[in-house]
C-alpha cells in the first residue's frame, strides 16, 4: 500500500515515543501517558477489567465500526466483541489542524479514515515539541497510540502518543498484528476446554472435542462423520496435527503424511482445509508446498 508518501520526515525521532505499553514488551496497558503522574495510592477506584486495559493494534475501519456500550455509553466493542480502551493506528496524515489547546489529525489507512485528537502540553521538553513539529505534515505515515473516548455517541482516538514511522516495515508489522491479535482472539473463544480429566475428550455425546494430544504419533480423536459440528473438528484435528508436526521438525507436516493420517475423509477435503489455513495465515509452506508449519 504505497501512497507515494514519508515514512519518516525531516526529523531523527522515528524510534522514540512518549508512550511506554509495558514492561517486557507486551501489549498490556502500564502506565498510561506522561500526565498519568506518580504511583497509585490504595488502589480505592474501580478497576477495569483486564482484556479492557490491552493495547489492541486496529485499523481506521475497526474503530468507525465500534460499538458503543449501552450499559454505560462509554466503553466501546469491536464487531468481533473484544472489548478495549487503548489502540495501536499506523496510517498516513491526510489533514490537519492545530488549535491552542489540541491538534486534529485526519489519519487514513487504506480501510477507512479517523480523525485523532491529541492535547498539546505546554510544558512538554524540547524533544517533545520538536516530535510535535514533525507530524504536522501531509502525505506522512504515522503510529498513533491513543485512548478511545466516547461523546454524544462519537467515537474519538485521543492520542497519547503520535510519531512518523522510522521503516516502511512497522506498516506491515502492524497489519501483520491486527490479523494476528484477531485470530488469537478467535482461537480463544472457539477451543472448548475438555470437561473430562482425559484430554481431547468432552462430556457430551456429541462425539470428541479437541484438545491437547500427546508427543506419540497416535491419532487425534475426531467426530463420526456425519455430525452437525463434523467440519470443525476435522479443522480443529488438522491444526493439531500440524502444531504437533511442528514441534517435532523444523520443516513441519508432511501434508500427504497428513492425508494419509486422516484416509477417513476425502482427500480433496483435507487439502481445502490446509490451503483454507494457508490462505487465512494460520499456516505457512516451509521447504517446499507440501510442508507446512503452524503460525500461532
Request: aromatic letters at 6%; a negative charge; hydrophobic letters at 30%.
Amino acid at each position: 500500500m504505497d501512497y507515494g508518501m514519508d515514512y519518516q520526515g525531516d526529523n531523527a525521532y522515528g524510534s522514540g515515543g512518549g508512550f511506554t505499553s509495558g514492561g517486557g514488551g507486551g501489549d498490556t496497558f502500564g502506565q498510561q501517558s506522561s500526565q498519568g503522574g506518580g504511583g497509585g495510592g490504595g488502589g480505592s477506584g474501580n478497576r477495569r477489567n483486564y482484556d479492557e486495559q490491552r493495547l489492541i493494534p486496529v485499523t481506521c475501519k475497526m474503530i468507525n465500526s465500534c460499538v458503543i456500550s449501552t450499559e454505560d455509553g462509554s466503553s466501546v466493542t469491536l464487531e468481533d466483541g473484544r472489548k478495549f480502551t487503548h489502540i495501536k493506528l499506523v496510517g498516513a496524515v491526510r489533514g490537519f489542524e492545530s488549535n491552542s489547546t489540541h491538534m486534529m489529525y485526519q489519519i487514513e489507512d487504506g480501510t477507512g479514515l479517523v480523525e485523532v485528537k491529541q492535547w498539546l502540553d505546554e510544558s512538554g521538553c524540547t524533544a517533545q515539541q520538536e516530535m510535535l513539529q514533525s507530524t504536522q505534515k501531509e502525505m506522512l505515515y504515522v503510529k498513533v497510540t491513543a485512548k478511545l473516548n466516547v461523546f454524544e455517541q462519537k467515537i474519538t482516538p485521543v492520542a497519547d502518543m503520535v510519531r512518523p514511522l522510522s521503516t516502511g516495515n512497522e506498516l506491515t508489522h502492524h497489519f501483520l498484528e491486527v490479523v494476528y491479535s484477531g485470530e488469537m482472539a478467535k482461537q480463544r473463544d472457539s477451543i472448548v476446554q475438555p470437561a473430562s480429566p482425559m484430554m481431547g475428550v468432552t462430556s457430551g455425546g456429541g462425539g470428541v472435542g479437541f484438545g491437547s494430544t500427546s508427543s506419540g504419533s497416535g491419532r487425534t480423536p475426531l467426530t463420526a462423520q456425519g455430525g452437525s459440528n463434523g467440519g470443525d473438528e476435522l479443522k480443529n484435528n488438522i491444526m493439531q496435527y500440524i502444531q504437533d508436526r511442528g514441534r517435532e521438525s523444523d520443516i513441519g507436516a508432511d501434508v500427504k503424511a497428513c492425508i494419509r493420517h486422516f484416509s477417513q475423509y476425502q482427500e480433496t477435503e483435507v487439502r481445502a482445509i490446509i490451503e483454507n489455513f494457508q490462505s487465512e495465515g494460520m499456516v505457512y509452506t516451509t521447504v517446499d508446498e507440501d510442508h507446512v508449519k503452524s503460525a500461532m
